[in-house]
């Protein structure tokens, strides 16, 4: 039963242009909500976060938004950039005294120049 | 400079032999976790720790085994047990469990059958 799910395997954006990787969830327990972008053969690293109190946050040419009712979150990167090519997880997490995430399978995206 | 620490980065495993996977943290995190990725999934939980000396399974925990005997340690054994064991392990750590910190990840260990 996979509870988050990136539909989308591949995305292949114009460098300069928006790079929107989308992640719907199943459990309505989830209330954080996290991206994380990843190298091959390296772990991967933590870009933003977003809690379920909150339906948009912002760091730099990261914006996460958060859509309760659809059980939908996006990631908008703006303006994209080479470096920005890398693999994207969503990751959720219930508020149950732990931090258990549970991941999507990942977005590979590719920034065209 | 903080960080978490996997080795080794490459380990082979003969058939029916224990190999012990290494996590070192100086971030001084309370938490610590395994994560297994295999091609075209995502992460998946085998064992979680939030506190030292105390640990718990994650979603596929059947062959592995861990300890945490100290904060800055979590080390993985993959059994014999573990039928499929070729895969990337990855380690994290976040601050402490409930937090709604990130977490934050090694480079992983690349697991592969002799």
């Known amino acids: 039963d996979q509870q988050v799910k990136q539909n989308s395997p591949s995305l292949s954006v114009q460098e300069g242009r928006i790079s929107i990787l989308n992640c719907d969830y199943t459990?309505?327990?989830?209330?954080?909500f996290l991206w994380y972008k990843k190298y091959p053969a390296e772990g991967p690293t933590f870009l933003i976060s977003?809690?379920?109190?909150?339906d948009k946050n912002e760091d730099g040419r990261f914006t996460v938004f958060l859509n309760k009712s659809a059980k939908h979150l996006s990631l908008h990167i703006v303006p994209s950039q080479p470096g920005d090519s890398a693999v994207y997880f969503c990751?959720?997490?219930?508020?149950?005294?732990?931090?258990?995430?549970?991941f999507g399978t990942g977005t590979r995206l590719t920034i065209i120049p | 400079d903080g960080g978490i620490t996997q080795s080794p980065k490459y380990l082979f495993r003969k058939e029916g032999q224990n190999v012990t996977l290494s996590c070192e943290q100086n971030?001084?995190?309370?938490?610590m976790y395994w994560y297994r990725q295999d091609p075209g999934q995502g992460l998946r939980l085998i064992y979680y720790?939030?506190?030292?000396?105390?640990?718990q399974k994650g979603d596929i925990a059947e062959g592995y085994s861990v300890s945490r005997e100290k904060k800055e340690s979590f080390p993985l054994t993959v059994t014999s047990a573990q039928k499929n064991p070729t895969a990337f392990y990855l380690c994290?750590?976040?601050?402490?469990?409930?937090?709604?910190?990130?977490?934050?990840f090694g480079d992983g260990t690349r697991l592969s059958i002799l």
């Open positions: 994290a750590s976040s601050i402490r469990g409930g937090s709604n910190q990130p977490q934050h």
């Open positions: 459990n309505s327990m989830f209330d954080y």
């Open positions: 977003i809690s379920s109190i909150k």
């Open positions: 990751a959720a997490s219930e508020f149950r005294g732990n931090e258990k995430l549970t």
């Open positions: 971030l001084n995190h309370d938490a």
């Open positions: 720790s939030q506190i030292v000396n105390d640990f």
